[in-house]
């Protein structure tokens, strides 16, 4: 255990006051300094690891490791200037995804998509997934985490979420600049002391106008501000923008280095928990780690916790390779199963996106920046006064819409999700107790279908664009492994529309799209389909339409569920790894359901939650 001494902590005091951003609140060490024992190791330096181990450092006699794989990015324009980063500007490239802070795996082909495999993201960087997002900060609806409750967790209600989705951020009311266009908030929903800066570009597309227009032409409410439980519907969306220089806001600043007590390891990885088996107890000890393959394996006790915070993919991984998963498929690979929990890996889930192209005549749109003229002009506005496109991302408004506001087969779809036992779209030797878990997240999907409360499908609306995205999605996956080396990637397999309910309400979003583009608001400025174009009409064409360009959103979780165990639940309500002393789990793979959201804002809300418990707070 570290000795702090007083003048140490005192030092440590001065510097948390400095004005300014607030950098990483630890110690970056070397492997040759990092300590035998710290109360607690957290795997994974991304969104949820930093929160988490910032809050538990906040005590100065608390000692805190993170372990992390990759190291800090460098700053580069394709992390921080907006309009680059967020990779849905073709002429600027995209972004950080596919780069040195990307795991760059891929999911295994997909029998539903015509045996296409699709890139699934995951940062590989200090900050994690909030390095590599489209960066849009966003709340689901209360009906989304209202339902984590219902499963069986007590305190994960929208309610039980809200302080801590305050708590995360630093909200910044519109700039001046944009008092034209009327975008309204409610203080009382957002928080002004977090470490996320949460603000509205300086930007605004002048097209934003007619969209705003044509969701008033198809009754469409345009929400005053979404964050306060009612996302369904139209609105101003912000991003996690520092408004002090417009570049992006990252989970790095939860990293505050200045803490004697807090300990930063970059470029190890885990290997494997070390657990200590005695009749009918098992529990975690420490982990091991190692710099790569054929490389010293090294290890570190925690008398407190291991509390993983590797994401959705490589959450599971550990687990498996640690014995602590299903034993069959541990078997498989010939690991022995230390405790038999076939949630693990089980219940991924993930929004799916399609783009539609368009064309449109409108002075002013992101088609511009193939401009070289004008790329260049607005670059200079950005790098000498912060204003102009490059602040923003390829939008300003979305809309989150109930199936019934977009489908006249609202019924039939309904229909054909209730008659469907919950077995039958699920994986061949699904576990009984993940089949049971789906039964429960169906039967709350299925009435989701029937309410004008809950948001089906997601429009995201560009000049060149509009994206139907699908966010309450019916397919399940899974993460497994075929190796029993942490350096091989997990086995991803989202399993993208093996329910055709899936595919059905994404041919109505594209229907959708159409009736979007054919409002007087956006023939104003004499928008035209491109793609997939006025020949694609019927059922079948447009299903195909679907399965051949369907992508994902980024928005994996839910493989190691909050959830009872008899309903293939990994984590219980307090984020404890079932059959498994000193173990929690803080990342985004414990969704039971994914919200109907862009979901960056609900892990940083679950993880301060998560640090809350672990302290014994609430």
Do not use: C
Request: glycine share 10%; net charge neutral.
């Amino acid at each position: 255990m570290v000795s702090l001494s007083w003048a140490a902590i005192a030092a440590w005091l001065l510097l948390q006051t400095v004005a300014g951003r607030v950098a990483f609140p630890g110690r970056i060490i070397t492997r040759a300094e990092s300590l035998d024992s710290y109360e607690y190791v957290i795997v994974g330096g991304g969104t949820s690891g930093l929160v988490v181990a910032n809050r538990l450092s906040e005590n100065p006699k608390t000692t805190v490791l993170i372990i992390e794989a990759g190291d800090f990015d460098q700053n580069e324009d394709f992390i921080t200037i907006p309009a680059i980063t967020s990779g849905n500007i073709p002429a600027l490239g995209g972004g950080p995804r596919g780069s040195k802070y990307d795991w760059n795996l891929t999911g295994i082909p997909q029998a539903d998509l015509q045996g296409r495999s699709v890139p699934t993201p995951a940062g590989k960087v200090i900050g994690g997934g909030t390095v590599l997002n489209g960066m849009v900060f966003h709340r689901g609806s209360k009906s989304d985490y209202d339902r984590w409750q219902e499963l069986g967790n007590p305190g994960w209600s929208f309610d039980g979420l809200l302080p801590y989705f305050k708590k995360s951020e630093t909200f910044t009311p519109p700039d001046p600049d944009l008092a034209d266009w009327k975008i309204k908030y409610n203080p009382a929903s957002h928080g002004f002391k977090g470490f996320v800066q949460s603000s509205f570009p300086r930007f605004v597309w002048p097209s934003t106008k007619n969209y705003i227009k044509s969701m008033l032409e198809l009754n469409i409410p345009v929400l005053g501000d979404p964050a306060g439980g009612n996302a369904t519907g139209a609105s101003w969306f912000t991003l996690s923008l520092d408004p002090r220089d417009e570049t992006r806001s990252t989970a790095e600043g939860f990293y505050t280095p200045q803490r004697p007590n807090l300990h930063l390891l970059t470029h190890y990885q885990v290997t494997k928990l070390h657990m200590n088996s005695k009749g009918s107890r098992t529990a975690v000890m420490g982990v091991e780690y190692s710099a790569a393959e054929n490389e010293k394996t090294y290890s570190v006790t925690a008398s407190k916790d291991v509390i993983l915070a590797a994401g959705t993919l490589h959450t599971p991984q550990i687990l498996l390779l640690s014995g602590i998963g299903d034993t069959r498929h541990l078997s498989s690979v010939g690991i022995k199963a230390v405790v038999d929990l076939p949630g693990v890996g089980a219940n991924y889930q993930d929004h799916l996106l399609l783009v539609t192209a368009q064309s449109i005549e409108i002075s002013i749109n992101t088609g511009n920046f193939t401009n070289a003229t004008w790329n260049a002009e607005q670059r200079a506005l950005y790098d000498q006064r912060k204003k102009g496109p490059y602040t923003t991302v390829g939008g300003n408004v979305f809309a989150f819409l109930p199936l019934s506001t977009i489908s006249n087969n609202t019924a039939a779809i309904i229909a054909q999700a209730s008659a469907q036992s919950p077995e039958q779209h699920l994986a061949p030797n699904t576990h009984p107790s993940i089949i049971s878990g789906f039964a429960a997240q169906k039967e709350l999907l299925t009435r989701g279908l029937h309410s004008p409360a809950v948001a089906d499908l997601e429009f995201i609306l560009g000049d060149s664009i509009i994206i139907p995205g699908l966010h309450q999605p019916y397919s399940r996956g899974r993460v497994f492994i075929n190796s029993t080396s942490a350096f091989d990637p997990p086995v991803i397999d989202p399993r993208y529309l093996s329910n055709p309910i899936d595919t059905a309400r994404l041919v109505e979003g594209v229907r959708y799209a159409r009736k979007i583009q054919a409002t007087n608001a956006l023939q104003e400025i004499k928008v035209r389909d491109l793609f997939p174009g006025p020949t694609t009409q019927t059922d079948e064409q447009l299903a195909a339409f679907v399965v051949a360009g369907v992508n994902t959103l980024h928005h994996h979780s839910g493989t190691a569920s909050m959830l009872p165990r008899e309903l293939g639940g990994v984590v219980d309500s307090k984020l404890r790894v079932y059959g498994v002393e000193g173990l929690r789990i803080v990342d985004a793979s414990v969704f039971p359901m994914v919200p109907a959201a862009h979901i960056q804002a609900t892990v940083y809300a679950v993880a301060e939650k998560a640090a809350d418990i672990i302290k014994g707070s609430i």
